[in-house]
């Protein structure tokens, strides 16, 4: 049904189960008995958009306790896909009436792990093949979703707890903000943008050579969406050599300097370290012996953070190889051998670096993002998370 989260091309439900489960962002307590999850927790949506189209909400997921996919109606609900078929065939009609302009729906999230999709004036077009739902793929221009102004938001509600994310891995498109009241009665919010961030972003992609490709507009106008660059490179609305240059000096570099990965925070004394020889950068660990080795990436791998710099859920080449997407994406490796490098401050500071990650961050009003797969490393990321959540909030932004 969703491509895995951590592939990061779309960034997608399953992941986020593993990363709840403590692969990726660190395991969650198990909830004590006296504040164990419920079965369902309110969803607040707020329409803060400004516009007048009405609002659609889509709950999908897969059901955590039985692994069936499907959707969520507005009480919590859960209701199985029907079979597919082939060509895929309409999916049952899973839209819950957003809040209008200025106003505020509650609806009741069930545990799944999933996306909360919202579309402005026209409802989402999903179909169901035979291996489950086809979601929205607007980098291809005969999607029948490529003209509608949407978006989606990642979390996964499980005994653990919440996670709740903003993403712009796939695409930077209406914007919106995300929170949770905690079990204390506080609230952590994120997501924002700052005031004119939504047009910032845009202007600051066609001031780019080659990065305004990325722009999809409707034909009335509108300004829809940026697409992310990997999907960028993969249509060819973005040069599949934008980031050879910098990659090729990494390379260089390393042929004759070490670099140190050191994948884990809460585990200082794990070093992997990286030398070049032959094409191929080799990890070895602390007694000399070989752990993983990387072909040269190209962009589409370092965008994607998969193909050549592929991450499996293990504790060896995985966390080396989400070390060095984000030090390939925010262009960290040639200024500090030691990675991560987890200081803000440094990211994007080479002319040759992801231009699509760099303008949304600094565009967030606290400075996250999932502007791209691994941008969890060090904690970048746009995420909340509560052990024990009252409520959680979905707030629709304007898009100034």
């Given at each position: 049904?969703?491509?895995?989260?951590?592939?990061?091309?779309?960034?997608?439900?399953?992941?986020?189960?593993?990363?709840?489960?403590?692969?990726?962002?660190?395991?969650?307590?198990?909830?004590?008995?006296?504040?164990?999850?419920?079965?369902?927790?309110?969803?607040?949506?707020?329409?803060?958009?400004?516009?007048?189209e009405?609002?659609?909400?889509?709950n999908?997921?897969?059901?955590?306790?039985?692994?069936?996919?499907?959707?969520?109606?507005?009480?919590?609900?859960?209701?199985?896909?029907?079979?597919?078929?082939?060509?895929?065939?309409?999916?049952?009609?899973?839209?819950?009436?957003?809040?209008?302009?200025?106003?505020?729906?509650?609806?009741?999230?069930?545990?799944?792990?999933?996306?909360?999709?919202?579309s402005?004036?026209?409802?989402?077009?999903?179909?169901?093949?035979?291996?489950?739902?086809?979601?929205?793929?607007?980098?291809?221009?005969?999607?029948?979703?490529?003209?509608?102004?949407?978006?989606?938001?990642?979390?996964?509600?499980?005994?653990?707890?919440?996670w709740?994310?903003?993403?712009?891995?796939?695409?930077?498109?209406a914007?919106?903000?995300?929170?949770?009241?905690?079990?204390?009665?506080?609230?952590?919010?994120?997501?924002?943008?700052?005031?004119?961030?939504?047009?910032?972003?845009?202007?600051?992609?066609?001031?780019?050579?080659?990065?305004?490709?990325?722009?999809?507009?409707?034909?009335?106008?509108?300004?829809?969406?940026?697409?992310?660059?990997?999907?960028?490179v993969g249509?060819?609305?973005?040069?599949?050599?934008v980031?050879?240059?910098?990659?090729?000096?990494?390379?260089?570099?390393?042929?004759?300097?070490?670099?140190?990965?050191?994948?884990?925070?809460?585990?200082?004394?794990?070093?992997?370290?990286?030398?070049?020889?032959?094409?191929v950068?080799?990890?070895?660990?602390?007694?000399?012996?070989?752990?993983?080795?990387?072909?040269?990436?190209?962009?589409?791998?370092?965008f994607?953070?998969?193909?050549l710099?592929?991450?499996?859920?293990?504790?060896?080449?995985?966390?080396?190889?989400?070390?060095?997407?984000?030090?390939?994406?925010?262009?960290?490796?040639?200024?500090?051998?030691?990675?991560?490098?987890?200081?803000?401050?440094?990211?994007?500071?080479?002319?040759?670096?992801?231009?699509?990650?760099?303008?949304?961050?600094?565009?967030?009003?606290?400075?996250?993002?999932?502007?791209?797969?691994?941008?969890?490393?060090?904690?970048?990321?746009?995420?909340?998370?509560?052990?024990?959540?009252?409520?959680?909030?979905?707030i629709?932004?304007?898009?100034?």
């Amino acid at each position: 049904m969703f491509r895995t989260l951590r592939h990061r091309i779309a960034a997608t439900a399953t992941a986020l189960a593993t990363a709840a489960a403590g692969v990726l962002l660190g395991a969650a307590p198990a909830a004590p008995a006296e504040t164990a999850v419920p079965a369902t927790i309110p969803l607040q949506i707020t329409n803060n958009s400004g516009r007048a189209e009405p609002v659609y909400v889509y709950n999908l997921g897969t059901e955590l306790s039985t692994g069936r996919q499907g959707w969520a109606d507005a009480s919590g609900t859960f209701h199985a896909w029907p079979a597919g078929g082939v060509p895929p065939v309409p999916a049952p009609d899973a839209s819950i009436a957003g809040p209008a302009p200025g106003g505020t729906t509650t609806i009741r999230v069930p545990k799944l792990s999933g996306r909360i999709y919202f579309s402005y004036g026209r409802k989402l077009d999903f179909r169901l093949a035979t291996g489950g739902l086809v979601q929205p793929a607007v980098q291809n221009p005969s999607d029948p979703n490529r003209d509608i102004l949407f978006n989606w938001s990642e979390y996964t509600l499980n005994d653990a707890g919440l996670w709740l994310n903003s993403t712009q891995v796939d695409m930077f498109s209406a914007p919106y903000a995300v929170g949770v009241q905690r079990a204390d009665g506080s609230t952590a919010v994120t997501g924002h943008l700052k005031p004119g961030g939504y047009r910032g972003v845009f202007a600051d992609l066609r001031a780019r050579s080659g990065w305004a490709g990325l722009i999809q507009t409707r034909s009335d106008g509108t300004v829809l969406r940026a697409l992310s660059p990997g999907h960028g490179v993969g249509t060819g609305a973005l040069p599949a050599s934008v980031l050879d240059d910098y990659i090729d000096r990494v390379w260089q570099k390393y042929a004759t300097a070490t670099l140190t990965v050191t994948p884990f925070a809460d585990r200082p004394g794990t070093k992997y370290y990286g030398r070049v020889s032959g094409g191929v950068m080799r990890f070895t660990d602390g007694s000399g012996a070989v752990v993983t080795s990387f072909q040269k990436p190209d962009a589409d791998s370092v965008f994607g953070c998969h193909k050549l710099l592929d991450a499996p859920n293990d504790q060896v080449r995985g966390p080396i190889s989400r070390t060095l997407c984000a030090g390939f994406n925010r262009s960290t490796l040639l200024v500090n051998p030691n990675q991560p490098d987890t200081s803000p401050a440094a990211f994007y500071q080479d002319a040759v670096t992801n231009h699509y990650a760099r303008a949304i961050h600094s565009r967030t009003a606290d400075g996250t993002a999932y502007a791209f797969a691994f941008d969890d490393v060090g904690h970048h990321e746009s995420l909340v998370q509560d052990g024990s959540p009252r409520q959680a909030y979905l707030i629709l932004d304007p898009l100034d």
